[in-house]
């Protein structure tokens, strides 16, 4: 039996929201579509449509700016640094597996969540066609060691290759403490290859900013959606930088999603400021 600290499972419900939204916004393949997840965009249709009349911008778009910002990072990585082998943690749903193969065929595409939704995500992806080098794990990031650790899917990877770790809607779930605690082994782990990368968005806890009350709208709801808590992490993007610095990499960048703006194609602007930030954090041997 799991023990109840690392069993997280709770939380896969929402990368079935989330997995619609790609799909809505054409970033993804009907085979990723699940009935809950479209029941979470129809139930969540009236709050989105008050936030857009209040703030100007609905859970669409604030997920949008994170995923497309997260993209470019990822093809910079590929594209500029030669990163030839990708693990996706908590990956749920997303598709960026699957669009990242069809671009690169060459990458190595390791995707991992807990046994459940990679059970499913493994199914789904079969049936949209699972291509070679491309491989869905089951990943516990509370894990220390183990098979389902971070250390274990990284391990199996090809030590002399540049390697980026990717998490996306994943790090607001835990307690500082305990995030940091992941991010440690991350760095440790990346420490194995010549240069390694992690990417991830982090919604901070910006109290002064102009949008504070839309981000404390939006903990309440994942909260109650989730069953648990969904904790804002630094109070400001030195903080971020720093805190990534002490958990063990060398190079972080804390991007703005609005810095952006004009340049991606997927990325949709908003007059208000934007709640998430993108960090690109890396490590070299
Ligand atoms: C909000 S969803 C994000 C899914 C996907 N990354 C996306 O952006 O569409 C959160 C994901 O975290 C996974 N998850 C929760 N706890 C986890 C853990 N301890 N280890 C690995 N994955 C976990 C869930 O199963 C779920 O797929």
Request: include cysteine.
């Amino acid at each position: 039996m799991k023990s109840a600290s690392t069993d997280t499972s709770r939380i896969s419900v929402s990368a079935h929201y989330t997995g619609y939204i790609w799909y809505k916004h054409g970033l993804s393949a009907r085979g990723f579509v699940t009935r809950a997840g479209q029941f979470a965009n129809a139930t969540l249709a009236p709050v989105n449509a008050l936030l857009r009349a209040l703030a100007g911008a609905d859970i669409d778009i604030f997920l949008l700016q994170r995923h497309s910002v997260i993209d470019h990072q990822v093809k910079e990585l590929i594209e500029k640094e030669g990163v030839t082998q990708v693990v996706e943690l908590a990956c749920g749903l997303s598709p960026r597996g699957y669009r990242l193969k069809q671009a690169y065929p060459q990458l190595r595409y390791i995707e991992g969540d807990l046994p459940g939704m990679a059970a499913r995500k493994k199914a789904l992806l079969e049936e949209v066609g699972l291509v070679e080098g491309h491989e869905v794990r089951e990943c516990n990031i509370l894990n220390a060691d183990g098979p389902a650790s971070i250390g274990a899917l990284l391990s199996d990877l090809d030590p002399t290759q540049p390697t980026l770790i990717i998490t996306e809607g994943l790090v607001n779930y835990f307690e500082l403490d305990e995030i940091r605690e992941v991010w440690s082994r991350m760095a440790s782990g990346l420490k194995a290859f010549p240069k390694g990368w992690y990417v991830t968005d982090l919604y901070p806890d910006f109290a002064e900013h102009p949008s504070y009350r839309y981000v404390k709208f939006a903990q309440k709801l994942v909260g109650l959606f989730t069953r648990g808590q969904w904790p804002l992490h630094y109070p400001s993007d030195t903080a971020i930088k720093e805190g990534f610095q002490e958990d063990g990499f060398d190079d972080v960048e804390v991007h703005d999603p609005a810095s952006f703006y004009g340049k991606l194609s997927h990325l949709p602007e908003v007059k208000i400021q934007t709640l998430v930030r993108i960090i690109k954090a890396g490590i070299s041997r």
